[in-house]
Each structure stands twice: as structure tokens, then as C-alpha cells.
């Protein structure tokens, strides 16, 4: 028997997102993305339609913005102060910035207004408001080890990580210290 996409299992999709008619983003099944299912890894409208289903299962979901990147909510738009910025002067309106806060997390802005005393930021995902389009295949389905339900991720996700950090060698080794 096939085995499906319930808790804890790893799916591997290939999938075409479409917003407003235009594709946003594209992955092929030779590249297909493997999620650890029910660890929240994937938007809640793609993954409550993916549950159930098996390698070779293709479909199509419309997930409202409540289930996707939410709403677009103007509580998101702040205005910092432009002494926060150690390159002020190469900020444009449309640029893709990131910013840390005093807990380290890192937030994704759009850079809408540059003024000479602050910079207004939208905190809004790009998708946030949008209506998407999933074009869905599910390309493999395997169970998932005790260390990726620990972890809440597909190891090949940790293994992505290690390839793009190519100057620490020896990152694997530190982390099992």
C-alpha cells in the first residue's frame, strides 16, 4: 500500500504558484521540496490539501489569504528612524531589506518612503492579501526519522543549509558537540 501524507510523514511536491494570473514561483519535480507533514513547514491551505494524498497525486488548491500569508494589515507599516541604517544613503523605495531586533530575529521589509529622518517599511508579506494558486504533483512520500520530527524539518533541509555555509567546514562536527 502507497503510503500518504498524514502527521509526521515527509512529502517531497513539485508545485507552480500563481497570483494574479502571474507565476510567482516554480519548482520542478527534479527539484521537488520535501516538508515534514503537520510541522507547520508549508502555508496551512497547502498542507491541509496535501493531507491524505500519495507519490504521483496531482491537483490544484486555491488558498485564501487566510490560510496563506494572512491579510495585508497596515499595522505592519512602520517608520524608523534613518539613524538605524549604516548605509542610509543606498536605501530606495522598492528595495528588499532585512532587519534584526533586539532578540535576533530577522524580518523581511519593503522599503516604501526615504525621507530625511526615517525610512517607512512594510512588514507585509508580498503574499499577504493574495489569493494563490497552487498547481500541485507530490512527487515521493516517505516516513520521516525520530531526529526530523525532533528537528520539525526533513533533514534534506538541514543537509540545503550546510551547502550554502561554505565556510565552516566543520559545522556538522560543532553541532553534534
Given at each position: 500500500m502507497a503510503l500518504k501524507l498524514t502527521q509526521d510523514m515527509v512529502g517531497a511536491i513539485a508545485y507552480t504558484l ?102 517607512k517599511l512594510d512588514f507585509n508579506s508580498p503574499l499577504a492579501g493574495k489569493v494563490l494558486h497552487y498547481d500541485v ?41
Amino acid at each position: 500500500m502507497a503510503l500518504k501524507l498524514t502527521q509526521d510523514m515527509v512529502g517531497a511536491i513539485a508545485y507552480t504558484l500563481t497570483v494574479d494570473g502571474e507565476v510567482v514561483e516554480e519548482i520542478a519535480s527534479d527539484e521537488a521540496i520535501e516538508y515534514l507533514h503537520g510541522a507547520e513547514n508549508l502555508i496551512p491551505g497547502l498542507e491541509k490539501a496535501l493531507e491524505g494524498k500519495q507519490a504521483g497525486d496531482k491537483f490544484s488548491v486555491m488558498v485564501q489569504p487566510a490560510d496563506g500569508y494572512g491579510d495585508y494589515t497596515e499595522d505592519d507599516i512602520e517608520d524608523v528612524p534613518l539613524s538605524e541604517f549604516d548605509e542610509a544613503d543606498e536605501l530606495e523605495v522598492g528595495m528588499e531589506i532585512e532587519m534584526v531586533d533586539d532578540e535576533g530575529d530577522v524580518f523581511e521589509a519593503i522599503v516604501l518612503e526615504v525621507t530625511d529622518k526615517t525610512v517607512k517599511l512594510d512588514f507585509n508579506s508580498p503574499l499577504a492579501g493574495k489569493v494563490l494558486h497552487y498547481d500541485v504533483e507530490v512527487v515521493n512520500v516517505r516516513e520521516s526519522t525520530e531526529d526530523e520530527v525532533g528537528m520539525g524539518i526533513p533533514m534534506s533541509l538541514i543537509d540545503d543549509f550546510d551547502d550554502e555555509d561554505e565556510d565552516d567546514d566543520d559545522y556538522d562536527d560543532e553541532d553534534e558537540k
